[in-house]
């Protein structure tokens, strides 16, 4: 039996009508191929004989085909063999990629309590590598032997316990992906910053692993008396926070991998505790010990910081959930838009409270809003992408979203966030975040 792809090459059987898409492809191609170089080679063959000119000959064996372009030439990377295995044990990103890194501010560097900050507009995705998720330190970061670390859960317990990371691995094991976010991201009373990094870097989003908290405070076994643990890290600072014992027996956990390997020693190695949904320095790092009260600690990270000043002289204390957020990426700060046309907008959501059920997109300053598209997956908790398909008309324009999560919270504006709580405050700024883009397309905060 004839091979229908024999047949079609030497001409010897018309292409059935469900292969005619092929025939645009490869198949065509080499069948009008094919019949130009019958053709030609007839041709040329006469004017041969006729004027024996190998010059025009090979005129017209070209005459039809279109000059080399040299980004379809075949490359220098291919007429080589490339670096072998094992150059680099641990992967690296390539070396084109070498401006993707955390953003620090240079007036950090100089601190051991300091931040860095996810490069946001440069990331795909929800999963933030380990390598870019943001740092926020209050001492420096420490160097601990996981040989020597231990985690000592005691207090209103009916029998303290000691756990080395190797103990704790024995525990069965989960993996979830949540974001992780600090509650001054940004800074309440002016949203300065040129970048989506340099005004919300200060948010991720990873896989963790570990053993959940539940776990190994029914191993202690709680008592009836116990409504608080206070967490404690093996910093300089001591990081100190109280945690409802409702929230360690609903999904906190005990983490000791990241992304699918062990922590970095900047974000807790070798255990750290991690509370979805919460504000991020509750999540305390290098964590050793687990208390068990009746009441919370009040400590320096819960009086006289990350709480909320009224305009009444009060403050809002245990303030511990990050609200829906989002910010758009893609056109974004320092970004330029190359000519007018398509734009697809993109960006992050994000609630501590749950999914994101929507996210809207406005491109004129908030007078109109309409849905965007939500990325698949969208998880509990984590970062999710959205996408919004946008003509741009060469015109200054001011663009933004807001999110909407499952409970229904609409992602307020910075003059509601003031009418409801004032100028005061220094965290938890879940406003709008709006970009404003000039008539030569470049993109830049419009909130200063």
């Known amino acids: 039996m004839t091979d229908k792809r024999d047949a079609v090459i030497d001409g010897s059987e018309s292409t059935p009508s469900h292969d005619r898409a092929d025939d645009l492809g490869v198949r065509g191609t080499i069948e009008s191929r094919r019949r130009r170089f019958l053709q030609s080679g007839g041709a040329l063959l006469a004017l041969a004989s006729a004027a024996g000119s190998k010059e025009l000959m090979a005129e017209e064996a070209t005459r039809d085909l279109p000059p080399v372009d ?5 490359p220098e990377s291919m007429k080589a063999p490339g670096a072998p295995i094992g150059t680099k044990p641990y992967g690296t990103p390539s070396s084109f990629e070498n401006h993707v890194v955390r953003n620090v501010a240079a007036n950090q560097l100089q601190y051991w309590s300091s931040t860095s900050r996810s490069p946001l507009a440069e990331l795909d995705g929800i999963i933030t590598p380990s390598g870019l998720f943001y740092e926020r330190h209050h001492a420096g970061v420490p160097t601990i032997d996981p040989a020597r670390h231990r985690l000592l859960v005691h207090g209103l317990v009916s029998k303290p316990l000691v756990f080395s990371v190797d103990d704790l691995r024995r525990f069965p094991s989960v993996s979830r992906i949540h974001f992780l976010e600090c509650s001054g991201n940004p800074v309440y009373k002016r949203p300065f910053g040129r970048t989506a990094s340099d005004l919300v870097g200060l948010v991720s989003c990873a896989e963790w692993t570990g053993v959940t908290l539940k776990t190994v405070l029914d191993e202690a076994g709680v008592s009836p008396q116990g409504r608080w643990v206070i967490a404690e890290g093996a910093d300089g600072a001591g990081m100190t926070r109280s945690i409802p014992i409702e929230k360690c027996l609903e999904d906190a956990l005990l983490v000791y991998s990241q992304n699918g390997e062990r922590l970095r020693p900047e974000q807790g190695y070798p255990l750290r505790l991690f509370l979805p949904g919460f504000e991020g320095n509750m999540s305390v790092k290098w964590l050793r010990r687990l208390k068990v009260t009746d009441a919370p600690a009040y400590s320096r990270e819960e009086t006289a910081k990350y709480t909320d ?34 734009v697809e907008i993109r960006g992050i959501a994000w609630s501590g409270h749950g999914k994101i059920a929507r996210v809207e997109v406005s491109v004129d300053g908030g007078e109109n809003w309409s849905d ?29 979203s807001r999110a909407i999560d499952e409970t229904g919270y609409v992602q307020p504006t910075f003059a509601e966030l003031v009418d409801a709580r004032g100028d005061n405050s220094y965290y938890h700024n879940n406003a709008v975040q709006p970009w404003r883009i000039d008539q030569d397309g470049e993109v830049s905060n419009a909130n200063v």
Do not use: C, D
């Open 70 to 74: 040299p980004l379809v030439a075949i």
């Open 309 to 342: 000043l009224l305009p009444s002289g009060k403050a809002r204390q245990f303030t511990f959930y990050m609200e829906a957020k989002s910010i758009i990426t893609s056109p974004s700060g320092g970004q330029r838009i190359a000519s007018p046309g398509f």
């Open 372 to 400: 965007a598209a939500l990325q698949e997956p969208v998880l509990t908790r984590a970062l999710t992408r959205f996408r919004f398909a946008w003509h741009w008309h060469g015109q200054p324009a001011i663009i933004q």
